[in-house]
């Protein structure tokens, strides 16, 4: 054989032995990142720890082992296919069948007879804490719908059935409400739920039940109306006579006490009358000496005014009598006085003949001021020599002038 076709050959199969052990490496490689990459996408699809809120619970059941724990607020592990999680909510729950709220509903109330009614029912429960893991067990996912829905509808029904249209609009709402609670309880609590209450709303009649209902309310109204008015008119009655009667005794009692008044006020003026009598006596002889005593004031005060007047007389004479000679001393004295001033008068014009004019002037007005000057020698006014002498001419014509005037 020819040794380079065998080291040929040789070097093939060293070539494709490493091609294959390098083709392995890569598909493992590949496998395992495959295989990481779905564990990661299942894990956050189905993350293994999950939380349990407020007011929550968790059951865990193991798959393998069929064990069931119980998990309050948190966190826990479950781990895909291992574990199987269910929650449960422990706050109240209100159910409502709002298919029986109307009179023309899809599931009206039936009454004893046989009319349909709508009811506003509220049923408000909650899951037992302490049953939690039997529930998670043996009822189902929809617990409102499939366990509480019907124990409710299966009640509530039967209970309207025995009572009239009347009676569940008015009177027996308690009575109702009572009866559903103590025959709902127990049923819920078999499956481990707690009935927290009942609570009925409206009522929805039917149409022409409602209409005569009404006008029997109307002649209800009306008769109560009636009853009440006819038992404030005899109360009125009632009251009337009592006031009445009332009256009459006070009028009674009035007229007792007004007589009683009088006998005592009677009494009371004869024993007034033996002490006013003496005290009247007395005051007339205190008035007699008064009378007296008044009069013989009168006397002296009269005889004291004519002595008084008398004197008063006699000074007025005398005063009067001074008054005289002092008058006709004084006239003495001023004739006397007034015959000395003329005589000084007549001295001084005699010596001095201007004051004559002075004094005329001084006695016309007291704002004209005066010029003392000599008299003329002619005999004329004293003052023309003042005013100055017009020229004869001029005086002619001045008197023609005041000549024409007056004509005209």
Not at 61 to 78: D, I, M, R
């Given at each position: 054989?020819?040794?380079?076709?065998?080291?040929?050959?040789?070097?093939m199969?060293?070539?494709?032995?490493s091609?294959?052990?390098a083709?392995?490496?890569?598909?493992?490689?590949?496998?395992?990142?495959?295989?990481?990459?779905?564990?990661?996408?299942?894990?956050?699809?189905h993350?293994?720890?999950?939380?349990?809120?407020?007011?929550?619970?968790?059951v865990?059941?193991n798959a393998?082992?069929?064990?069931?724990?119980l998990?309050?607020?948190?966190?826990?592990?479950?781990?895909p296919?291992?574990?199987?999680?269910?929650r449960?909510?422990?706050?109240d729950?209100?159910?409502?069948p709002?298919d029986s709220?109307?009179?023309?509903?899809e599931?009206?109330?039936?009454?004893?007879?046989?009319?349909?009614l709508?009811?506003?029912l509220a049923?408000?429960?909650?899951?037992d804490p302490?049953k939690?893991v039997?529930?998670?067990?043996?009822?189902?996912?929809?617990?409102g719908?499939?366990?509480?829905?019907?124990?409710?509808?299966?009640v509530?029904?039967?209970t309207?059935?025995r009572?009239?249209?009347?009676?569940?609009?008015?009177?027996k709402?308690?009575?109702?409400?009572?009866?559903?609670?103590?025959e709902?309880?127990?049923?819920?609590?078999?499956?481990?739920?707690l009935?927290?209450?009942?609570q009925?709303?409206?009522?929805?009649?039917p149409?022409e039940?409602?209409?005569?209902?009404?006008g029997?309310?109307?002649q209800?109204l009306?008769?109560?109306?009636?009853r009440?008015?006819?038992?404030l008119?005899?109360?009125q009655?009632?009251?009337?006579a009592?006031e009445?009667?009332a009256?009459?005794?006070?009028?009674?009692?009035a007229?007792?006490?007004?007589?009683i008044?009088?006998?005592?006020?009677?009494?009371?003026?004869?024993?007034?009358?033996?002490?006013?009598?003496?005290?009247?006596?007395?005051?007339?002889?205190q008035?007699?000496?008064?009378?007296?005593?008044?009069?013989?004031?009168?006397?002296?005060?009269?005889e004291?005014?004519?002595?008084a007047?008398?004197?008063?007389?006699?000074?007025?004479?005398?005063?009067?009598?001074?008054?005289?000679?002092?008058?006709?001393y004084?006239?003495?004295?001023?004739?006397?006085?007034?015959?000395?001033?003329?005589a000084?008068?007549g001295?001084?014009?005699?010596k001095?003949?201007?004051?004559?004019?002075?004094?005329l002037?001084?006695?016309?007005?007291?704002k004209?001021?005066?010029?003392?000057a000599?008299?003329?020698?002619?005999?004329s006014?004293?003052?023309s020599a003042?005013?100055?002498?017009?020229?004869?001419g001029?005086?002619?014509?001045?008197?023609?002038g005041?000549s024409?005037?007056e004509g005209?």
């Amino acid at each position: 054989m020819n040794p380079r076709l065998n080291a040929l050959a040789t070097l093939m199969a060293r070539a494709f032995r490493s091609t294959t052990r390098a083709a392995r490496g890569r598909m493992a490689l590949l496998v395992g990142t495959a295989a990481v990459a779905v564990g990661g996408y299942w894990i956050a699809v189905h993350p293994p720890v999950q939380s349990v809120g407020r007011g929550e619970v968790v059951v865990r059941s193991n798959a393998l082992t069929g064990e069931a724990s119980l998990h309050h607020e948190g966190s826990l592990f479950a781990w895909p296919a291992l574990h199987e999680v269910r929650r449960f909510t422990l706050r109240d729950q209100v159910y409502r069948p709002t298919d029986s709220a109307k009179a023309e509903g899809e599931a009206p109330f039936q009454s004893v007879e046989g009319l349909s009614l709508g009811v506003d029912l509220a049923v408000r429960y909650a899951i037992d804490p302490t049953k939690v893991v039997a529930i998670s067990k043996n009822l189902p996912e929809d617990i409102g719908a499939e366990v509480v829905r019907p124990a409710v509808q299966g009640v509530i029904y039967k209970t309207f059935t025995r009572y009239t249209v009347r009676e569940i609009f008015s009177s027996k709402r308690a009575d109702i409400q009572a009866q559903i609670e103590a025959e709902l309880k127990p049923r819920l609590a078999a499956d481990g739920i707690l009935l927290r209450s009942v609570q009925m709303g409206q009522v929805d009649l039917p149409a022409e039940y409602r209409a005569g209902l009404d006008g029997l309310l109307a002649q209800e109204l009306e008769t109560a109306k009636m009853r009440y008015t006819l038992e404030l008119k005899a109360k009125q009655v009632e009251q009337t006579a009592l006031e009445s009667e009332a009256e009459r005794v006070r009028r009674e009692k009035a007229a007792q006490a007004a007589a009683i008044e009088q006998v005592i006020a009677a009494k009371a003026q004869e024993e007034a009358m033996k002490h006013v009598l003496p005290f009247k006596q007395k005051q007339v002889e205190q008035r007699q000496l008064e009378a007296e005593a008044e009069k013989l004031a009168r006397i002296r005060s009269a005889e004291g005014a004519a002595q008084a007047r008398r004197i008063e007389a006699a000074g007025e004479a005398e005063s009067r009598q001074k008054l005289a000679d002092a008058e006709g001393y004084r006239l003495d004295r001023v004739g006397r006085i007034a015959s000395e001033q003329m005589a000084r008068d007549g001295a001084l014009i005699t010596k001095h003949p201007l004051l004559i004019q002075k004094t005329l002037a001084d006695k016309l007005s007291d704002k004209v001021s005066v010029i003392i000057a000599p008299p003329p020698s002619d005999g004329s006014f004293i003052g023309s020599a003042l005013i100055g002498k017009l020229p004869k001419g001029a005086a002619t014509a001045e008197q023609q002038g005041d000549s024409e005037k007056e004509g005209e």
